[in-house]
DNA sequence: GTCTATACCTAGATAGAC
DNA sequence: GTCTATCTAGGTATAGAC
């Protein structure tokens, strides 16, 4: 730490030390997410995801102090993992119709690619996000909101039907979920052990064309008298 | 417990021992809900839910020999309070329509009025449905291959539009059931400390008019080519 | 059926040598 | 940074008196 001698290399060990921290930081919270997700927080004990890292339980206590830093790390990485794919929405220049395809491939995506990510954040939702509540409140409910903002502003330019914007945002999230939360049990009704590609497929195909009849301007002649 | 004096009140007292006895689990089991899916399986200690329950630790124990055996209780008694609800699709020869609002319906006020009983199903569906996985094999399974099979049937004789009846299956159970486990983040989007009842009801009508446009007829005017 | 007492274990966390 | 050893709390579960 003190940079007392004047050697043009240590810096750059120092450097080195650093980034290797970084890199054994993240691949322990890369097994953690797994095994949170399994067995859930309390579920998990850092013997096991030491184990299952290849290094000592007390080694892993030197990187992450404590328990709840580690799981802290592990939702941080969730949430820059996910939200770094969901800023399709954006586009609301475009047409709403394919931004909105992108965004539901992208999600049910992300739940084929990364389904431990999407189960700790659904666990830690579920048990009233009593240790994440507020990181979900800073970083998530914004990006909800402008996503709502989006369709609130089709809607007023007429490009889309007069949806409820706020319920049919949290039914798309509901959906694309799903299929990382659920597919244990999908996998059971379909009788395979784990869902195919096709399945995914299958789901992501249902999805758009539930938004895309819900949203068509078609549908709704006569429907700006509400209530139906 | 030896009936050995000839008393004819014997059997009667018996009998009530034994109603209480059920009643008393009854209670626990119903106390034990809430607290499993606050804090999931490993996180919760028999000694709180003892302490809501309003006896001692080793009370409790009397009646449930194992931590696992209450559990496993408490997700008999979710099954049979939701699957009781759930054979609203049975009415096959009904306008399809009205068979589906009702049991949209029926699922969302599942998930508002016994939020907890959806999430500790939800958590463990999540976690892999490593305690409970055999049950949801025999009792839920079947039961969501029978609504499958109906929507099929309504499919072949023209009734609704070629949709993947799995899918959206699967799709009207993960929008109804996120009002029960994703309602913390639904809040925090909203601004709200919890969800009002016009926040079920929008969301139902959400849900319904979605699965009303993917069932709809003439949304798919050239669709019967369709492989389905 | 209900209580007190306790066995037994595992977990998270800390101390200190190297 | 990594190891051995250890502390401590809290958990499930059991034994036995009443």
Redesign the pocket.
């Known amino acids: 730490m003190p940079p007392k001698i004047g050697l043009a290399a240590a810096p750059t060990r120092i450097k080195r ?2 980034i ?2 970084d890199r ?1 930081e993240a691949d322990i919270a890369e097994v953690a997410v797994r095994i949170f997700a399994e067995c859930g927080y309390e579920g ?5 995801i030491a184990e299952a890292a290849g ?5 892993l ?2 990187y992450y ?4 830093a580690l799981y802290e790390r592990v939702l941080d990485d969730v949430l820059d993992d996910w939200l770094a794919r969901m800023d399709s929405l954006a586009h609301e220049e475009q047409d709403p119709h394919n931004v909105l395809r992108a965004y539901i491939q992208a999600k049910v995506r992300f739940s084929r690619e990364h389904p431990w990510a999407s189960r700790v954040y659904a666990m830690e939702v579920i048990g009233g996000a009593k240790l994440y509540g507020e990181q979900i409140h800073d970083r998530v409910v914004p990006l909800l909101r402008k996503d709502i903002d989006v369709f609130e502003k089709w809607i007023a330019a007429g490009r889309i039907a007069p949806v409820n914007a706020t319920h049919l945002i949290f039914m798309i999230w509901a959906m694309t979920q799903s299929y990382a939360d659920f597919s244990a049990q999908m996998a059971l009704v379909l009788g395979r052990k784990q869902l195919t590609r096709k399945d995914y497929d299958d789901g992501e195909e249902t999805i758009v064309r539930m938004v895309m009849a819900a949203i068509s301007l078609q549908a709704w002649p006569h429907h700006h008298a509400q209530t139906e």
Chains 1, 2 share one sequence.
Request: charge should be positive; charged fraction near 20%; hydrophobic fraction near 35%.
């Open positions: 030390r650093v290797n921290r054994l998990t004990s850092i013997a096991a290094l000592s339980k007390q080694n206590m030197y102090p404590t328990k709840q």
